[in-house]
């Protein structure tokens, strides 16, 4: 168990729908990052935020955003869902950044667009 | 634009075997992190390394800086150790990790 905890763990809906991915990072971890993992595309980096703040975008689509509370959770909101967003979307919590720290992964949450 | 390339793609051996993977990375990547994905879907972080060696258990990774190459190695594999093996790299523009495919191993008893 790396401690960072996502829900849900599955999620089944349809196209043009919008949908909601929930992250905690471990505790103490103030960095969450936020990955996407298809068949086609393999892993991909899709944003960071670090404690409250985006610090950096990766292949993240427009119809994609997210946020970080206060509390250091995260969302990712996925919306005008299409069948190509089916896929694994991982967060995974450090300390700083990944130039120093450990990432830990959370279990995922697999998303599947009808 | 950062690249992480590994090979083999597809690894089997027999149990009791000393494993190596390796991954090529492109100018700009300062640091690797190793990555074990379980069948199951979840991921592991083994080892992050900038120069050098790390070992732990019976896992070593190695990072050759000038040559721009890292191997992870598994000595006395067990096929508890059978999942998909990821490298990725930090480094350039992107804050995130950039990842290679993947080698998918498999170590039969």
């Known amino acids: 168990d790396s401690g960072v905890t996502q829900t849900p763990k599955h999620l089944i809906t349809a196209t043009g729908q919008r949908v909601t991915l929930r992250c905690s990072p471990r505790s103490g971890d103030l960095s969450v990052y936020w990955y996407q993992q298809s068949l086609d595309q393999g892993l991909q980096f899709l944003i960071h935020?670090?404690?409250?703040?985006?610090?950096a975008k990766g292949n993240i689509l427009e119809r994609f955003s997210a946020q970080q509370f206060p509390d250091l959770h995260s969302e990712l909101n996925l919306s005008s869902l299409e069948l190509g967003d089916s896929a694994l979307y991982f967060c995974?919590?450090?300390?700083?950044?990944?130039?120093?720290?450990?990432?830990?992964f959370g279990p995922g949450t697999r998303l599947t667009v009808l | 634009k950062n690249e992480v390339e590994q090979s083999p793609q597809n690894l089997t051996a027999q149990e009791g075997e000393f494993i190596t993977i390796n991954c090529s990375y492109s100018v700009g990547i300062s640091a690797l992190h190793w990555l074990q994905q379980h069948p199951g879907g979840g991921i592991v972080s083994l080892f992050m390394l900038s120069s050098g060696k790390k070992k732990h258990g019976r896992l070593i990774a190695t990072i050759n800086i000038q040559e721009k190459h890292s191997s992870l190695h598994i000595t006395a594999s067990h096929p508890r150790d059978s999942a998909v093996y990821i490298c990725a790299g930090v480094g350039g523009g992107a804050d995130g990790l950039t990842f290679g495919k993947g080698t998918h191993l498999i170590i039969q008893p």
């Open positions: 995974a919590s450090s300390v700083g950044g990944i130039r120093t720290d450990t990432q830990y």
């Open positions: 935020y670090y404690n409250g703040e985006e610090r």
